[in-house]
């Protein structure tokens, strides 16, 4: 049995006031289940793939099912997935139209020839992921995060899973620089008691790929009860742990592989640890000659 015309693909924005799939999405993101919302992050945030992907690739990138991703256009008020994966690609058109993308411009030349292998798809990926976060980035965002990271008495910093080693990794850069900085990558009793003793002298760094761990959220919002400096690295706009934080930093990780790009978050961390070094590079250069000596 056909849906009433009042579900027709159409209505949902045409109801919503004109409002692109992407907006209309982020409008009612609250209403949605929590496997429903991983669905909607993957949308809102990588439309371009969404446009051309099938309900089952979609499903995997979003780790999901594709029953999810069916019940998920259904909610919205679309008959199913190809009805939803067209309204994605007429926005699409019209980003492009407008080179709002990202992408680079027509002329330039490409990384790799049009027959490309599998490895250079992979690397052309990580180039483009690299270019959109540095394309989509706030200066003033950044600044932010750089002068709230220097400032800090203590850093803490939150990341499981593959997480964990950009957590570790944040924290190696911060140290050298002199910075008291530690990491909580898994529920162990001693990462726990580090939680306990977040207070507003703090800052809490949030690190999250997709649906954000529960101990990550648990950190975020210990920081935000107790006052503590919030921020919040995510490829996901809409993640809980970005609504979480005062500073949201988003980076691209669109793959064609069969787990996401982290090449963008690596930039950043790096870029942001420089970013503290340049506040003081005289007095941190000469700890890293100490360091380097011991």
Do not use: C, W
Not at 11 to 33: C, K, N, V, W
Not at 149 to 167: E, Y
Not at 222 to 247: C, F, N, P, W, Y
């Amino acid at each position: 049995m056909k849906r009433s015309a009042a579900t027709t693909p159409a209505a949902p924005i045409e109801a919503a006031g004109h409002q692109t799939l992407s907006a209309y999405i982020q409008a009612r993101f609250d209403e949605f289940s929590r496997s429903q919302k991983d669905v909607a992050q993957y949308i809102v945030d990588h439309l371009d793939e969404v446009a051309f992907q099938t309900a089952e690739e979609l499903a995997r990138r979003a780790n999901t099912s594709s029953s999810t991703v069916v019940r998920f256009s259904q909610a919205l008020g679309f008959e199913g997935f190809p009805e939803l994966q067209g309204q994605a690609r007429e926005e699409y058109r019209r980003r492009v139209a407008a080179g709002l993308t990202g992408t680079p411009a027509a002329s330039a030349e490409p990384l790799f020839s049009l027959d490309q292998s599998d490895f250079e798809t992979a690397v052309a990926a990580d180039h483009v992921n690299v270019e959109e976060t540095a394309r989509k980035m706030s200066r003033s965002d950044i600044e932010s995060a750089i002068d709230a990271i220097s400032a800090a008495r203590r850093v803490l910093i939150a990341g499981t899973d593959q997480m964990a080693f950009f957590a570790s990794y944040l924290r190696h850069l911060l140290m050298l620089l002199d910075l008291q900085a530690d990491i909580v990558a898994s529920p162990s009793q001693e990462a726990l008691s580090r939680l306990g003793r977040i207070d507003d002298s703090m800052l809490v760094i949030g690190l999250s790929a997709g649906r954000p761990h529960p101990l990550v959220v648990r950190a975020m919002k210990l920081a935000r009860h107790r006052k503590a400096g919030t921020i919040a690295i995510t490829d996901a706009t809409l993640s809980e742990v970005a609504k979480l934080a005062q500073i949201r930093l988003y980076y691209s990780s669109n793959s064609p592989a069969y787990v996401r790009s982290h090449t963008a978050l690596l930039s950043m961390i790096q870029a942001l640890a420089y970013g503290v070094y340049s506040r003081d590079a005289e007095q941190h250069a000469d700890r890293i000659k100490a360091f380097r000596r011991k």
